[in-house]
């Protein structure tokens, strides 16, 4: 344990919020997870330490729901904090942790140990979800730049796929998972997996923030019983190099959002909160700052943005998709368009 992660002691904050007044979502399970997370990924940036700390500092103002991913090489600090968090008085069953198969293990002798390495590592004997982080099985270094390759990259294979889903099956039926799910989907890939699939997914984590909406997604997600977890909910303006082009547009500078965040006399990252809770995905914000982590989770529990606002943020949606994912393209002279099935089918080889 580092001396960090371990002086970092889990105590009720006077000026947090009552995790019971926290809104939910429910799966199609009956489970219900809180309509809040803090992200955990650092940017490649920021130390573990520091993000572990932030999980203490998050549950003791009142977050119970944090979105872990192996590949994000923290979890092992981060378990130390989960340790802290029950020891310090949070029932188990009140969080909701959810841990991501990374793009290596997609094979089906990887899966299981991937997990159960997940699982040890956030010193944890059961997972409540756990996803299989991108469709596509494309390891890529730690830190790369937006060229990085892999030799080995392949497109989706929906066969491949299904194996994969068949180990995520295994572990609900072994009962170290409760819920299992998706992350950067489309609709061609969600279609296939619904009709193959023993278990369907309980969540799908996207990209969504105001200047990225995905609607039709979205409405997929959700009629089809599926529970839309959005990541980099407020624009990511941390995010990596790689994952930054000139063309991207920035949400927390949008006139309208700046507006709303100026009558309620917030951050405008408050109101890409706000407003995603409201419209009913689950955001996750990262942050390790307790002010902006603590405002993030007043502004589920205060008054909602006015159905004026609502339709005010409803129209600067931009299409800007941020992780756009070049990294995980298999073959020379492809574009990042490739990976997200913009004609409505599957890019094949
Ligand atoms: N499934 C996937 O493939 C995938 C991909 C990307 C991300 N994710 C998950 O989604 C999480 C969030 O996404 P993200 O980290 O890309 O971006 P994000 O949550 O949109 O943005 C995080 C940045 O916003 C700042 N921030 C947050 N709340 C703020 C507030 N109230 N006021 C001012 N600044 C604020 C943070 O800075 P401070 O720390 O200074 O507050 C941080 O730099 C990740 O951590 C990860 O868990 C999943």
Redesign the pocket.
Same mark, same amino acid.
């Given at each position: 344990m580092t001396a960090l992660a371990s002086t970092q002691l889990f105590s009720y904050a006077p000026d947090g919020v009552d995790p019971k007044k926290v809104p939910h979502k429910t799966t199609y399970t009956g489970a219900k997870i809180p309509a809040i997370g803090l992200?955990? %990924?650092g940017?490649d940036r920021i130390a573990g330490e520091q993000i572990a700390a932030a999980v203490v500092g998050a549950a003791s103002v009142g977050y119970r729901h944090f979105?872990c991913a192996a590949v994000y090489g923290n979890e092992q600090l981060i378990g130390n904090s989960l340790r802290n968090i029950v020891e310090g008085g949070v029932p188990r069953e009140e969080l909701w942790i959810t841990s991501?198969l990374w793009n290596d293990k997609h094979a089906e002798e990887d899966v299981i140990p991937a997990f159960e390495k997940s699982l040890q590592d956030l010193r944890l004997d059961y997972l409540d979800l756990y996803l299989i982080?991108?469709p596509f099985p494309n390891y890529h270094a730690p830190g790369c730049d937006v060229t990085s390759r892999s030799p080995d990259a392949k497109p989706y294979i929906h066969e491949n796929f299904m194996k994969t889903w068949r180990k995520l099956e295994e572990l609900l039926a072994m009962g170290l998972v409760r819920h299992i799910g998706t992350? *950067?989907m489309t609709i061609p890939k969600l279609r296939l997996l619904l009709r193959d699939a023993r278990t369907k997914p309980a969540c799908n984590?996207m990209e969504l923030?105001p200047h990225f909406q995905q609607p039709e997604l979205l409405q997929f997600v959700l009629e089809n019983g599926i529970v839309p977890i959005g %990541? #980099? !909910?407020?624009? #990511? !303006?941390?995010?990596p190099d790689r994952d930054r082009t000139v063309s991207d547009t920035v949400d927390i500078e949008d006139p309208v959002i700046v507006k709303i965040a100026e009558r309620l006399n917030v951050?405008p990252?408050?109101i890409c909160i706000k407003w995603a809770v409201q419209r009913g995905q689950i955001p996750? !914000? %990262? #942050?390790? *700052?307790r002010r *902006?982590y603590l405002? *993030?989770l007043r502004a589920v529990t205060t008054d909602p943005l006015t159905e004026q606002e609502m339709d005010a943020i409803a129209r600067i949606d931009r299409n800007c998709r941020l992780?756009k994912g070049d990294v995980f393209l298999w073959k020379e002279n492809q574009t990042w368009e490739d990976l997200w099935d913009l004609k409505g089918e599957i890019t094949t080889p």
């Amino acid at each position: 344990m580092t001396a960090l992660a371990s002086t970092q002691l889990f105590s009720y904050a006077p000026d947090g919020v009552d995790p019971k007044k926290v809104p939910h979502k429910t799966t199609y399970t009956g489970a219900k997870i809180p309509a809040i997370g803090l992200g955990t %990924f650092g940017s490649d940036r920021i130390a573990g330490e520091q993000i572990a700390a932030a999980v203490v500092g998050a549950a003791s103002v009142g977050y119970r729901h944090f979105d872990c991913a192996a590949v994000y090489g923290n979890e092992q600090l981060i378990g130390n904090s989960l340790r802290n968090i029950v020891e310090g008085g949070v029932p188990r069953e009140e969080l909701w942790i959810t841990s991501k198969l990374w793009n290596d293990k997609h094979a089906e002798e990887d899966v299981i140990p991937a997990f159960e390495k997940s699982l040890q590592d956030l010193r944890l004997d059961y997972l409540d979800l756990y996803l299989i982080h991108w469709p596509f099985p494309n390891y890529h270094a730690p830190g790369c730049d937006v060229t990085s390759r892999s030799p080995d990259a392949k497109p989706y294979i929906h066969e491949n796929f299904m194996k994969t889903w068949r180990k995520l099956e295994e572990l609900l039926a072994m009962g170290l998972v409760r819920h299992i799910g998706t992350s *950067n989907m489309t609709i061609p890939k969600l279609r296939l997996l619904l009709r193959d699939a023993r278990t369907k997914p309980a969540c799908n984590e996207m990209e969504l923030h105001p200047h990225f909406q995905q609607p039709e997604l979205l409405q997929f997600v959700l009629e089809n019983g599926i529970v839309p977890i959005g %990541f #980099s !909910p407020v624009g #990511s !303006p941390a995010r990596p190099d790689r994952d930054r082009t000139v063309s991207d547009t920035v949400d927390i500078e949008d006139p309208v959002i700046v507006k709303i965040a100026e009558r309620l006399n917030v951050h405008p990252a408050v109101i890409c909160i706000k407003w995603a809770v409201q419209r009913g995905q689950i955001p996750i !914000p %990262f #942050s390790i *700052n307790r002010r *902006n982590y603590l405002s *993030n989770l007043r502004a589920v529990t205060t008054d909602p943005l006015t159905e004026q606002e609502m339709d005010a943020i409803a129209r600067i949606d931009r299409n800007c998709r941020l992780i756009k994912g070049d990294v995980f393209l298999w073959k020379e002279n492809q574009t990042w368009e490739d990976l997200w099935d913009l004609k409505g089918e599957i890019t094949t080889p």
